[in-house]
T-cell receptor, first 117, second 113 residues
Framework: NAGVTQTPKFRILKIGQSMTLQCTQD?????MYWYRQDPGMGLKLIYY???????DKGEVPNGYNVSRSTTEDFPLRLELAAPSQTSVYFC????????????????FGPGTRLTVT | GESVGLHLPTLSVQEGDNSIINCAYS??????FIWYKQESGKGPQFIID?????DKRQGQRVTVLLNKTVKHLSLQIAATQPGDSAVYFC????????????FGTGTQLKVEL
């Protein structure tokens, strides 16, 4: 299993541009999450999903949108990029407690480093 | 709002010594707590978790202690190795409602040879 994959790894955007950060998981997890991590800080939840077709806002949703059309994919859309959205973005998933693992254990992707100038 | 915070931003230890990383949490309704390790340029990696009905849990070279009276969590790493150098985050959450986690700001662990 590849686990959680994210593309691209790096991206530079100009102010006002839009882009989609891709996230895919192959663990058949129901729950997926998007976080942002600013330098020297912890992770802040942007959006999350408990299953295909169901999404909800996290702590810092402004300026972002998500969709969940399949179990595997959870893309994050940035509209009208702003310098405040410069950050590292992590996607994560969690699911049923396979092999005794707790369902709340989140598995993270490698991240996308985004710079908006 | 509710938050999970850490006492020290940086911890330096000698190789072979034991490390103790502390965390304070404020949400008394949290029913599980997780420690993650994040190496430079990578995503967080699960280390160990503990449910709120426990006060101690041990893994391979790691032990997590939970003191609900003072809302304090600690991660102990035995015989710290250079590969343990990373940022460590505590997180808390409640079962249900998407199993969302609230993360602290992290502690940088530096292992000196």
């Amino acid at each position: 299993n590849a686990g959680v994959t994210q593309t691209p790894k790096f991206r530079i955007l100009k102010i006002g541009q839009s882009m989609t950060l891709q996230c895919t998981q192959d663990m058949n997890h129901n729950y997926m999450y998007w976080y942002r991590q600013d330098p020297g800080m912890g992770l802040k939840l942007i959006y999350y999903s408990v299953g295909a077709g169901i999404t909800d806002k996290g702590e810092v949703p402004n300026g972002y949108n998500v969709s969940r059309s399949t179990t595997e994919d959870f893309p994050l859309r940035l509209e009208l990029a702003a310098p405040s959205q410069t950050s590292v973005y992590f996607c994560a998933s969690s699911g049923p407690g396979l092999a005794g693992a707790p369902s709340y254990e989140q598995y993270f992707g490698p991240g996308t480093r985004l710079t908006v100038t | 709002g509710e938050s999970v915070g850490l006492h020290l931003p940086t911890l330096s230890v000698q190789e072979g010594d034991n490390s103790i990383i502390n965390c304070a949490y404020s949400n008394s309704a949290s029913d599980y707590f997780i420690w993650y390790k994040q190496e430079s340029g990578k995503g967080p990696q699960f280390i160990i978790d503990i449910r709120s009905n426990m006060d101690k849990r041990q893994g391979q070279r790691v032990t997590v202690l939970l003191n609900k009276t003072v809302k304090h969590l600690s991660l102990q790493i035995a015989a710290t190795q250079p590969g343990d150098s990373a940022v460590y985050f505590c997180a808390d959450g409640r079962t249900g409602g998407g199993n969302k986690l609230t993360f602290g700001t992290g502690t940088q662990l530096k292992v000196e040879l």
